[in-house]
């Protein structure tokens, strides 16, 4: 692969220099000798003892769960618990959390602050949120009730609000939900979230989504702190799976957890109706008093995303990780004749795309061929695979590179100039060489044509918005040509790029 490609891109946590923020999805753990006879030894002994007892008292915590419906009606379930349920289920699972923290190591819960009534801050609102071992909070908070992904439907969360990530119509019935207990004036319990909604590796907050603010209800936010030697907690993105991190966690002699309640938020008339401000400004107030930055890092479909500028970027896109596939298939970009038409889509199958890229290794086809957008029928355009090899190509000159983006996917106009950037193309060339998320591009595409008489972008346009602007021209040279940024291994990271967005309060949501 040509020298300065973005096929020999290192990851981003080793990209950015002083001057940027940490990657936040990235979690190394480092041991010395010393630590890993140690980690042995007690891995051996330790380790099994304490999560074959953890997995006993688990098991115990699911009659409650079930006491907790048995024999209600529907309309009953609408309504707190009450009585002797209420009693039971609340004391049971209270004692048994706190013995299944204790077995898997957390002997101590440091509480600083103190907790609102419900009357007071309805919702609680909890971060970072770097592990799966973050439920430790709903202990000193007395379980108040949790927003959870249904995925975790297995887990035995008492009273656990689940929302599906991917059904909609299950995020509308969540935030009414949510709504109408933090509104019913201390009837039900408090409602917990993690509104960074993914575990991150406790260097920086991810951007606050705005669920738990909705309801435009005065909140408490929550800090959670892991003061240990060494962090065997965080379960981030890229780092050490679930298994690693709960074996390397039992195997710790004492792990401690710091609780801090910090002064309930009170939403100002303008944040309480715009919920995105009302989570940045509470975003930012947790983060001064963590003392890491607040980012506009956040999970978007399954790769986490940035915003630089006016774009969301993926921190990591595929085109990377395609460029390491074709390169260990002894690919070289520039020499493939893609013989894409512009402006003309030709879709192909997976063994065209083999022939076409001269690739015979099934597994190695297979994989290059899943980076690319398919239709219904399984079939990719063309036009990508060429757009995507010239941009792996380091031969190829970063406005050359641009200009042929927009010959591809420009389109004939009937009226006007003879070839405008249309939205879907525009969208098509972002996700392409930045990885940035389709609906967002969709948008800003809407907005850049506000400017102008036309619904697209001539060349002209598109050169200023990617080539002259000097924030995206400067990430699309770190993320395309970084051989050809000065200094790109630092400053021009798309970290530092992005460093210092939201450490003021934003005035509207993107």
Not at 156 to 167: N, W, Y
Not at 413 to 436: A, D, K, N, W
Not at 465 to 486: A, E, N
């Given at each position: 692969m040509s020298q300065g490609s973005p096929g020999d891109h290192v990851p981003l946590e080793h990209t950015s220099g002083p001057s940027a923020p940490p990657n936040p999805f990235v979690h190394e753990l480092h041991l010395s000798r010393l630590q890993r006879i140690k980690f042995c030894l007690l891995g051996a002994l330790l380790a099994p003892i304490r999560v074959l007892l953890a997995f006993i008292v688990l098991f115990l915590l699911w009659p409650f769960a079930w006491l907790q419906v048995a024999g209600l009606s529907e309309e009953q379930l609408q309504e707190p618990l009450t009585g002797w349920r209420k009693t039971v289920c609340h004391n049971g699972v209270l004692g048994l959390s706190r013995l299944l923290f204790f077995l898997l190591g957390f002997l101590r819960i440091r509480v600083r602050g103190q907790q609102a009534s419900r009357l007071q801050a309805p919702v609680l609102v909890a971060a970072p949120h770097s592990t799966f071992f973050d439920p430790i909070v709903l202990l000193p908070c007395d379980?108040?009730?949790?927003?959870?992904?249904?995925?975790?439907?297995?887990?035995?969360?008492?009273?656990?609000?689940?929302?599906?990530?991917?059904?909609?119509?299950?995020?509308?019935?969540?935030?009414?939900?949510?709504?109408?207990?933090?509104?019913?004036?201390?009837?039900?319990?408090?409602?917990?979230?993690?509104?960074?909604?993914?575990?991150?590796?406790?260097?920086?907050?991810?951007?606050?989504?705005?669920?738990?603010?909705?309801?435009?209800?005065?909140?408490?936010?929550?800090?959670?702190?892991?003061?240990?030697?060494?962090?065997?907690?965080?379960?981030?993105?890229?780092?050490?799976?679930?298994?690693?991190?709960?074996?390397?966690?039992?195997?710790?002699?004492?792990?401690?957890?710091?609780?801090?309640?910090?002064?309930?938020?009170?939403?100002?008339?303008?944040?309480?109706?715009?919920?995105t401000l009302y989570a940045n400004n509470v975003q930012r107030v947790m983060a001064q008093a963590l003392g890491i930055p607040a980012t506009e890092c956040e999970f978007i479909g399954s790769l986490p995303v940035t915003v630089v500028g006016r774009l969301k970027v993926a921190l990591e896109p595929q085109l990377w990780e395609l460029g390491k596939v074709l390169r260990k298939a002894g690919l070289s970009p520039g020499y493939v004749d893609t013989g894409a038409e512009p402006g003309r889509s030709r879709m192909i199958n997976q063994d065209e795309f083999?022939?076409?890229?001269?690739?015979?290794?099934?597994?190695?086809?297979?994989?290059?061929?899943?980076?690319?957008?398919?239709?219904?029928?399984?079939?990719?355009?063309?036009?990508?695979?060429?757009?995507?090899?010239?941009?792996?190509?380091?031969?190829?000159?970063?406005?050359?590179?641009?200009?042929?983006?927009?010959?591809?996917?420009?389109?004939?106009?009937?009226?006007?100039?003879?070839?405008?950037?249309?939205?879907?193309?525009?969208?098509?060339?972002?996700?392409?060489?930045?990885?940035?998320?389709?609906?967002?591009?969709?948008?800003?595409?809407?907005?850049?044509?506000?400017?102008?008489?036309?619904?697209?972008?001539?060349?002209?346009?598109?050169?200023?918005?990617?080539?002259?602007?000097?924030?995206?021209?400067?990430?699309?040279?770190?993320?395309?040509?970084?051989?050809?940024?000065?200094?790109?291994?630092?400053?021009?990271?798309?970290?530092?790029?992005?460093?210092?967005?939201?450490?003021?309060?934003?005035?509207?949501?993107?």
């Amino acid at each position: 692969m040509s020298q300065g490609s973005p096929g020999d891109h290192v990851p981003l946590e080793h990209t950015s220099g002083p001057s940027a923020p940490p990657n936040p999805f990235v979690h190394e753990l480092h041991l010395s000798r010393l630590q890993r006879i140690k980690f042995c030894l007690l891995g051996a002994l330790l380790a099994p003892i304490r999560v074959l007892l953890a997995f006993i008292v688990l098991f115990l915590l699911w009659p409650f769960a079930w006491l907790q419906v048995a024999g209600l009606s529907e309309e009953q379930l609408q309504e707190p618990l009450t009585g002797w349920r209420k009693t039971v289920c609340h004391n049971g699972v209270l004692g048994l959390s706190r013995l299944l923290f204790f077995l898997l190591g957390f002997l101590r819960i440091r509480v600083r602050g103190q907790q609102a009534s419900r009357l007071q801050a309805p919702v609680l609102v909890a971060a970072p949120h770097s592990t799966f071992f973050d439920p430790i909070v709903l202990l000193p908070c007395d379980l108040p009730k949790v927003v959870s992904r249904a995925e975790n439907l297995s887990v035995p969360v008492i009273g656990a609000i689940l929302v599906s990530r991917h059904d909609p119509a299950s995020r509308r019935k969540v935030v009414e939900e949510v709504r109408r207990r933090a509104t019913s004036g201390g009837k039900w319990p408090q409602v917990l979230f993690f509104p960074e909604g993914t575990c991150s590796n406790k260097k920086a907050l991810l951007k606050f989504k705005p669920g738990a603010f909705i309801a435009g209800v005065p909140v408490q936010p929550v800090l959670i702190r892991y003061p240990n030697s060494l962090d065997t907690t965080s379960w981030a993105w890229r780092g050490p799976g679930v298994l690693k991190v709960l074996w390397l966690t039992a195997s710790q002699p004492c792990s401690i957890v710091d609780v801090e309640f910090l002064p309930v938020y009170h939403p100002s008339p303008e944040e309480s109706r715009d919920p995105t401000l009302y989570a940045n400004n509470v975003q930012r107030v947790m983060a001064q008093a963590l003392g890491i930055p607040a980012t506009e890092c956040e999970f978007i479909g399954s790769l986490p995303v940035t915003v630089v500028g006016r774009l969301k970027v993926a921190l990591e896109p595929q085109l990377w990780e395609l460029g390491k596939v074709l390169r260990k298939a002894g690919l070289s970009p520039g020499y493939v004749d893609t013989g894409a038409e512009p402006g003309r889509s030709r879709m192909i199958n997976q063994d065209e795309f083999a022939r076409q890229l001269q690739l015979s290794d099934p597994q190695t086809v297979a994989g290059a061929f899943s980076y690319f957008q398919k239709d219904a029928n399984g079939l990719v355009d063309f036009r990508d695979v060429a757009l995507a090899l010239a941009a792996l190509d380091g031969g190829t000159g970063l406005e050359e590179l641009i200009r042929l983006a927009f010959e591809l996917f420009a389109e004939e106009q009937v009226e006007g100039p003879s070839r405008l950037l249309c939205r879907e193309g525009f969208s098509t060339i972002l996700h392409l060489l930045l990885g940035s998320p389709r609906p967002a591009t969709e948008t800003l595409h809407a907005e850049l044509c506000q400017a102008g008489p036309h619904q697209g972008l001539s060349l002209g346009q598109f050169q200023d918005f990617t080539l002259r602007d000097p924030i995206h021209g400067k990430l699309l040279s770190t993320y395309l040509r970084p051989s050809q940024t000065p200094n790109a291994s630092s400053a021009a990271s798309p970290t530092a790029l992005a460093n210092g967005t939201v450490h003021s309060p934003k005035q509207k949501g993107d």
